[in-house]
């Protein structure tokens, strides 16, 4: 039972559940392709709060919210002020007399959680300093797409252990597909020797790690909040740029996974970025599909199929 909770991070799901919102998701995603309506939350209003900047997440939000029959307000948080202008616990009982759900992109992910300890509705993290779940979700439906099956398949993540990486790892352990991070010392995703948590492998040397992988996938090296770490990650993260090179290690049929926005000549040669395997589309587009069923199925009232 989905309905009432917060989407705030992987580990509080079980495999059921993530399969029950992939399910969802597929649904949904063929119903909006034969343009097939699907009201699902018909005058329901969701609140969206957005601390750093975005593109995919607040339009893909937006569209979906307006596909499932409800109302979107997204409010910059120069206009809310979330800790400055008021304290996060009484934004966050205040929003929830309104609207049926919100969705936050914090700097930190200590107050989404403060938020969502508050709030009496629906809680859904759009992104955080620890987290990214939603990419997840979008991410492993587009593996699914791609190679028609998660089990046994090898993830590998090149780059900074960061947010979409955590999530990343976390939600293909839940799915059984293998994993492996490389990235220089230093920067391996939190917890990453925890079992349980976000147990990965980790093998320092990209070319080796992306022995044989069905998947690569890089982020940015300075997420947004570590701008002014940027000079020395250039440094730190020159080998790790993922070109021919470390394609040529893969699978042939590998696909190249990127969440977005890139840094071209960075974490990824242009060439690679535009290759007939980058699927990095894709993945932003499903951001919409698995979202909507995030919502369908967290958000009370919503109409169940
Ligand atoms: N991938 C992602 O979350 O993109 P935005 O930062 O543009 O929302
Ligand atoms: N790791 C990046 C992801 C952006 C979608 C950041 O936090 O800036």
Known sequence: ????????????????EINQIFALAIK??????????????EGKTIAMIFQK??????????????????????VRNDEIQMGGREPIQDVARTIS?????????????????????????????????????CQAMADLLTIY???????GKKLVYIGDGNNV???????ANILGLKTVVSCPKGY???????????KTEIVYDPIEAAHEADVIYTDVWTSMGQ????EKRLREFSNYTIDNKIMKSAKTDAIFMHCLPAHRGEEVSGEVFESGQSVVFDQAENRLHAQKAILALVIEGAIVF
């Open 145 to 151: 797409e791609h190679k028609k099956a998660l089990r």
């Open 53 to 74: 900047p975005s593109n995919r997440t607040r339009l893909s939000f937006e569209v979906g919210i307006s596909q499932l029959g409800a109302s979107a307000i997204t």
């Open 28 to 41: 949904l995603k063929d119903l909006t392709k034969r343009e097939i309506k699907h009201r699902l939350l």
């Open 165 to 171: 990486c955590y999530s990343l790892v976390q939600l």
């Open 97 to 133: 007399r309104y609207v049926d759900g919100v969705v936050i992109r914090a700097n930190s992910h200590k107050d989404i959680e403060q938020f969502a300890k508050f709030a009496s509705v629906p809680v859904i993290n759009g992104l955080s300093d620890e987290s990214h779940p």
């Open 188 to 198: 391996e995703p939190l917890n990453w020797n925890v079992e349980g948590i976000c």
């Open 227 to 230: 701008e002014e770490e940027r």
């Open 1 to 16: 039972m989905l309905q009432g909770r917060n989407f705030l991070s992987i580990e509080e799901f079980t495999s059921d």
